[in-house]
């Protein structure tokens, strides 16, 4: 089953993905990776981005894309894989085997 791709966006944290290659500063900025930026100019959101120098704009999609440069296709599986990476795994319970309830031996009572 293959997860709606709004789903896989909104899974993926963009400045998760954005720490892979840049250096954010205090507010989030980045020197812009798509123009010859000297001071940062690219905006970081929680879902987006955005360069007020070029116009580039864009999600975690279009990040993966343009700056790893994935296709469409490589740029969805990749999300996929991230989302899949950040569910911890099923670990299944062992089993226990029935076990018959125990046996109580009645206790002699100490005569005095």
């Not at 250096?23 to 900025?29: F, Q, S």
């Not at 000297?38 to 070029?54: D, L, M």
């Not at 296709?71 to 894989?81: G, K, M, T």
């Amino acid at each position: 089953m293959r997860t709606e791709i709004a789903d896989l966006k909104a899974a993926v944290p963009l400045r998760e993905v954005v720490l892979e290659t840049h250096d954010p500063n205090r507010t989030w900025k980045v020197c812009c990776p798509f123009h010859a930026d000297t001071h940062p100019s690219c905006h970081i959101y929680p879902n987006r981005f955005k360069c007020f120098a070029c116009g580039a704009h864009g999600d975690v999609l279009d990040w993966l894309e343009q700056v790893h440069g994935l296709s469409r296709a490589e740029a969805i599986r990749e999300l996929e894989r991230r989302v899949a990476g950040y569910l911890p795994p099923v670990v299944p319970r062992p089993v226990r085997e029935a076990q018959p309830p125990p046996t109580f031996k009645p206790v002699a009572a100490e005569t005095e």
